[in-house]
């Protein structure tokens, strides 16, 4: 049991080769729907506002918001700091973590606002993504 790399919990490197975005993990990214469209007008008998998919419009114009103290630094640290795989060195998954959301950020669709609005999902698809690295290293570490 000892000798098995799956239970030892030693300090490695990811590849920067390995920090692109999977097509599997943008279309993870792209799953959330975007709204046709909404109406918002005035009854004229009442002279009330009446809103037609509100959620929807209030999602699509929350895209649209450029958060004011996020960068592509400070979402990256942030990122880094809350994957929860402890055998990884800090500075590499610092440069895993900056590189796969720099490579993000240029991909069609996507800014920092719909970084900063999906980061819990991005952590998760991070934390995926460095368990199938790591299982593979463990793998390679067994032959």
Known sequence: MFDDP???DY??????YDADPTAAQIDALNGH????GGEIDIDAESGKVMTRFMADLQRDLGLSYRPEHWDETRMATWLAKNLSETAIT????RAFVAHWLRVLLVTKGFDLARANRQKFL???LLE????EL??????RAKK
Request: glycine content about 4%; hydrophobic content about 40%; overall charge positive.
């Open 90 to 93: 800090r500075v590499s998954k």
């Open 128 to 131: 995926a993504r460095v368990r």
């Open 11 to 16: 300090p490695w490197e990811l590849s920067p």
């Open 6 to 8: 799956d239970v030892l």
């Open 122 to 124: 991005i952590r998760t």
């Open 134 to 139: 790591r299982q593979g290293a463990v793998n």
């Open 33 to 36: 729907r975007v709204a046709e």
